[in-house]
């Protein structure tokens, strides 16, 4: 819900400007779909790994996710 109302936000100004609403929701699709795309393409598979491997990768994404590089990225 959070997300869907900040979404409305920023078309808002769109809508405002004369900006089709149909074009804008084009675009939120096109935008989903890339950046879908982009994290399929940093995924890793762990279905092959055994129980140790897997809770090893969850570890260093969990610490990962904590940093100050992680947190500059977004």
Known sequence: MVLANEFMKEAKQYVEEGVHPQLIIRSYRDASRLAIAKL???S?????????????????WHTFSKSTLYSDCM
Do not use: C, F
């Open 44 to 60: 890793i598979d762990i279905s092959g790994k055994d129980e140790k491997e897997r809770r090893d990768l969850l570890t260093r």
């Open 40 to 42: 399929k393409e940093w």
